[in-house]
């Protein structure tokens, strides 16, 4: 019998392992697959490692902050800055056809920069800036509210509306056209005042230190462990079933899994709401170069790019939406002198995508869409930087349904439900919901959720006397 048992080994899985191991709770994380992190985890091709996922670490502050949620993730953790060895971006960009906006790690560039693109927009900027830091993330109600309402009462300029609100959803947003209101003043806060960083070795330096810690506290992971079911009895989780019928019983469960993938685990659940399946997925296309990318004129850390002056968020009737999409080199980070550089270079791509298309394929023509579809997303990006094509010296791609292998999320969606649980509760009281179905974006966000949600079930527990609100809001 354990005290909890965690369905997935994500970040924010990982996260809640180790705080409820920090308490002497016996834990154990159950993940299908056969390596740990989820949508977040790396993969060796052709002698070279590639991260999944890992376009940059949001929330980055520098060495000493005390404040924001990555100082508080830290304690949370009891973990050392050293151990995540976060280098800062060089610069970034919002990138529309007339218009080009830079940003870097704190708030002041982006100031700066509205005031010099949108110069009537000066003073509305900063009440949007005001409402920003005042918002309260454990509000519910006020979470759900439009973001595209709001910023139409708020700005006056369309374009700097759209412009806000691509980086913002590109970043973490699970909702088609809208997003809530909530979602967008955290990413908004964890992308523009404070910023985004990168560990030279990626994202596997991360998930090194997690299980390592977790280990060490004594917790349990079982991988190529997928739970079948929850069962219930009295109105409460007692356990699960995995898919080799092994049976494993608990106090308590936290899934990762997401909110409608965890409904659907439930024994005592009989219709589950499919409204709330998120539609959103990516393909993502990898270029190794054999120079740097400053060497061929590419010098931001991320670019967000959109084609024209109203910024689409939806599901393509294609295999791919080309009007929009994300550039990124992690060569493109103030790594020290004792790191140095990155050995290759390595330019990303992502493209919003359709999964139900792309599983539709047979294997002869998923492998000839990939290789048509790289060829077009390239062709696409190389619109809003400089062309790299004739540097290329190998390639990756992966899409919908690797996500999915990777995952298990129906639909291959990242962003999970279109519906955030922001205190985690389901409808069994010793059954919650952490990461991103939780409401918190990014990878220092699935953190902050798995602990957040931990602490709640100390408290439930032993009566653990952490403050819920505080432990919950990471600003």
């Not at 280098?87 to 830079?102: K, L, T, Y």
């Not at 980086?167 to 985004?196: A, H, K, V």
């Not at 639909?411 to 952490?434: E, F, P, R, W």
Request: glycine share 10%; net charge negative.
């Amino acid at each position: 019998m354990y005290d909890t048992v965690i369905i997935g080994a994500g970040m924010s899985g990982l996260a809640a392992g180790i705080r409820l191991a920090h308490y002497d709770q016996r834990v154990c994380i159950l993940e299908r697959h056969s390596t740990i992190g989820g949508l977040n985890s790396f993969y060796r091709l052709g002698g070279r490692d590639f991260d999944v996922g890992l376009h940059a670490v949001t929330n980055f502050v520098p060495k000493g902050t005390r404040k924001g949620p990555f100082a508080r993730l830290l304690r949370q953790l009891r973990f050392r800055w050293e151990d995540f060895a976060l280098a800062p971006q060089i610069g970034s960009e919002i990138a529309f056809p007339d218009v080009r906006i830079a940003f870097g790690n704190g708030i002041e560039v982006l100031e700066s920069e509205i005031a010099r693109c949108f110069p009537a927009e000066k003073d509305n900027f900063q009440q949007l800036l005001g409402s920003i830091i005042d918002y309260d993330e454990l509000n519910q109600e006020a979470f759900e509210l439009s973001t595209r309402e709001f910023l139409g009462k708020t700005l006056a300029d369309p374009l700097l509306i759209e412009m806000l609100l691509c980086p913002t959803m590109w970043y973490g947003n699970g909702r088609e056209r809208d997003m809530d209101f909530g979602l967008f003043c955290i990413m908004f806060r964890s992308l523009f005042m404070e910023g985004l960083g990168r560990p030279f070795a990626g994202i596997r330096l991360i998930l090194k230190n997690l299980i390592r810690r977790f280990r060490a506290l004594g917790g349990e992971l079982k991988l190529r462990s997928g739970v079948d079911h929850i069962k219930v009895e009295n109105d409460r989780a007692v356990g699960v079933v995995l898919d080799d019928g092994q049976q494993i019983e608990a106090q308590s469960i936290l899934s990762s899994a997401g909110l409608v993938e965890t409904m659907r685990m439930c024994e005592d659940v009989s219709e589950v709401d499919e409204s709330r399946s998120g539609r959103l997925s990516f393909c993502e296309m990898v270029s190794v170069l054999d120079a740097q990318p400053q060497d061929v004129g590419f010098t931001k850390t991320v670019v967000f790019f959109n084609d024209s002056e109203k910024f689409t968020w939806q599901r393509p009737e294609e295999l791919v939406d080309l009007r929009t999409g994300v550039i990124c080199s992690p060569n493109n980070y103030g790594y020290t002198s004792e790191e140095g550089q990155l050995p290759e270079g390595i330019i990303r791509i992502t493209g919003q995508a359709n999964f139900d298309q792309w599983e539709s394929l047979s294997e002869p023509q998923y492998r000839v869409q990939k290789a048509n579809w790289y060829d077009r997303m390239i062709e696409s990006a190389v619109r809003f930087m400089p062309d790299f094509r004739h540097k290329v010296v190998a390639t990756d791609m992966f899409t919908p349904k690797t996500i999915r292998r990777f995952t298990w999320h129906q639909g291959g969606t990242v962003y999970g439900s279109t519906h955030k649980q922001l205190d985690g509760a389901t409808h069994l009281a010793n059954l919650h919901i952490c990461g991103t179905d939780q409401g918190f974006g990014g990878i220092i966000g699935a953190m902050t959720s798995g602990v957040a949600i931990a602490n709640h079930c100390l408290s439930r527990q032993h009566g653990f006397s952490g403050d819920r609100s505080a432990e919950n809001n990471p600003y």
